[in-house]
C-alpha cells in the first residue's frame, strides 16, 4: 500500500473502506481530481472477484477498479475490474496527471 501511495500523485487521499454488514475494500484512492479507484489486494495468482466487491463498488461507484495479485499480468476480470501487478499499479498512478 505504501508503493501505490508514493506513487499516486500529490494531494491523493487514501482510505479503507467497511460498512457495518462487512462489506470492505482495502483501498480507496481519491485522485486530486475527485477520480475514485478501488483496489482489492490478494495474495493468490487466481484472482476472483467476491460479491463483497461487487457490493462495495455499488456503494461507491469508482471510476476505476483493480484487482491487485502477485502476478505481472494485466487483464480483465470482468468489463469493469482489471487484475494486476503493484508494479503495473504504481506506474498506472505515475502516468496520473
Known amino acids: ?7 499516486a500523485p500529490d494531494g491523493t487521499e487514501a482510505h479503507y473502506y467497511r460498512t457495518s ?7 480507496l484512492l481519491t485522485l486530486p481530481g475527485g477520480e475514485l479507484w478501488v483496489i482489492e489486494v490478494k495474495r493468490t495468482m487466481v484472482p476472483k472477484i467476491e460479491r463483497s466487491f461487487h457490493s ?4 461507491l461507484n469508482p471510476q476505476k477498479r483493480f484487482y491487485v495479485y502477485p502476478g505481472t499480468e494485466r487483464f480483465p476480470l470482468d468489463d469493469k475490474t482489471d487484475a494486476i501487478g503493484v508494479v503495473e499499479l504504481a506506474k498506472a498512478l505515475q502516468s496520473v496527471k
Open 1 to 7: 500500500m505504501e508503493t501505490l501511495i508514493t506513487a
Open 21 to 27: 454488514n462487512g462489506t470492505e475494500m482495502d483501498f
Open 56 to 59: 462495495a463498488c455499488a456503494d
